[in-house]
């Protein structure tokens, strides 16, 4: 099975609200990887997380990290309609002798109505 | 701007057919990834490729193979295709040391008839 799992799969909220996918991975990891893809288009990454790391922002995104309970979270705040996507996490396992094989989840689909 | 292309958005083939798949990035990248994505299962890694002219086998490499004559370019084809491998491919490129950050290509379509 998947490395990384996503939690919802699936998510419906409104304009401005927050929204929170979480992540849940099996093996001890370097570092975790949040993407979002557009419907019918390829992934954009969209912030790393160390696995020495707790917390990281990036504009309307924080991601947390907690590596005892092998989960991570992503909050989008302010929710705008352009935020509607999938967002998938990304596992990148250790040892990694293969710098940027990562691990792909199922991801979890966002619509956010205006 | 950096980018990753890949030759076809949409594609359709019969069984038994060879198909070629392209992709080229322009960033210098030494690693190179194929994919496929299927509702509910995610993005299942097929090959990949760290330098030119080497390839590993990711987690469901039946049915493809890969080449990589050339740094920016790499290939996946299915010797000959199935219906079980109609899919979207996505193609992505990344540069060690330390950077796992993965560009993606836009997509291609295949239906296999």
């Known amino acids: 099975s998947q490395q990384g799992e996503e939690d919802p799969q699936a998510l419906s909220i409104q304009e401005g609200e927050n929204a929170t996918m979480n992540c849940s991975y099996k093996t001890s990891i370097n570092n975790l990887q949040w993407y979002r893809q557009n419907s019918g288009r390829g992934l954009v990454h969209l912030i790393l997380?160390?696995?020495?790391?707790r917390e990281k922002h990036s504009g309307r995104l924080r991601v947390t990290l907690d590596t005892s309970k092998k989960s991570s979270s992503l909050l989008i705040t302010a929710s705008r309609a352009a935020d509607t996507a999938s967002y998938f996490c990304a596992t990148d396992l250790l040892p990694n002798t293969n710098a940027g094989k990562s691990t792909f989840g199922d991801g979890t689909t966002l619509t956010v109505k205006p | 701007d950096v980018k990753v292309t890949q030759s076809s958005r949409y594609l359709v083939k019969r069984t038994g057919e060879k198909v070629f798949l392209e992709c080229v990035q322009d960033?210098?990248?030494?690693?190179m990834f194929w994919y496929r994505q299927d509702p509910g299962l995610g993005l299942r890694l097929i090959y990949f490729?760290?330098?030119?002219?080497?390839?590993e086998k990711g987690d469901i490499p039946e049915g493809y193979s890969v080449s990589r004559e050339k740094k920016e370019r790499f290939s996946l084809i299915l010797e000959s295709a199935s219906t079980n491998q109609t899919s979207m491919y996505l193609c992505?490129?990344?540069?060690?040391?330390?950077?796992?950050?993965?560009?993606f290509g836009p997509g291609t379509r295949l239906t296999v008839l």
């Open positions: 992505a490129s990344s540069s060690p040391p330390g950077k796992y950050e993965q560009f």
């Open positions: 960033m210098d990248h030494e690693n």
């Open positions: 997380i160390r696995s020495n790391e």
């Open positions: 490729s760290y330098d030119v002219k080497m390839k």
